[in-house]
């Protein structure tokens, strides 16, 4: 199994930033794929960002120049660099690890509230 815990939500104004952390433990041996999720009130969870084993990224076109997604490279530890950040940018953002066989994991979620 992998265990998934995020860190670094909170509020901020329009146009700050805030880091997330995801802090995996477990089988993160076989993880080949993570990702940031999110979702806001009343709306469908939504991918952010998403981060291959090999290094090749992938984000919605609503953060691309402003989110970056990155890890600490063993993938125990994953990063949402978020940078302009917008009221629509407000939500729960959930971590996610696709590990092969051993199976597909979420953490509890961290919120986000970016203020007008």
């Known amino acids: 199994q992998v265990h998934l815990v995020e860190s670094g939500g909170g509020l901020v104004q329009v146009g700050g930033s805030l880091r997330l952390s995801c802090t995996a433990s477990g089988s993160t041996f076989s993880i080949n794929v993570m990702a940031w999720y999110r979702q806001a009130p009343g709306k469908q969870r939504e991918l952010v960002a998403s981060?291959?084993?090999?290094?090749?990224?992938n984000y919605a076109d609503s953060v691309k120049g402003r989110f970056t997604i990155s890890t600490d490279g063993v993938r125990n530890t994953l990063y949402l660099q978020m940078n302009s950040l917008e009221p629509d940018d407000t939500a729960v953002y959930y971590c996610?690890?696709?590990?092969?066989?051993?199976?597909?994991?979420w953490g509890p979620g961290t919120q986000v509230t970016v203020s007008s």
């Open positions: 996610f690890a696709d590990a092969r066989e051993i199976g597909k994991y």
């Open positions: 981060v291959y084993s090999r290094g090749v990224t």
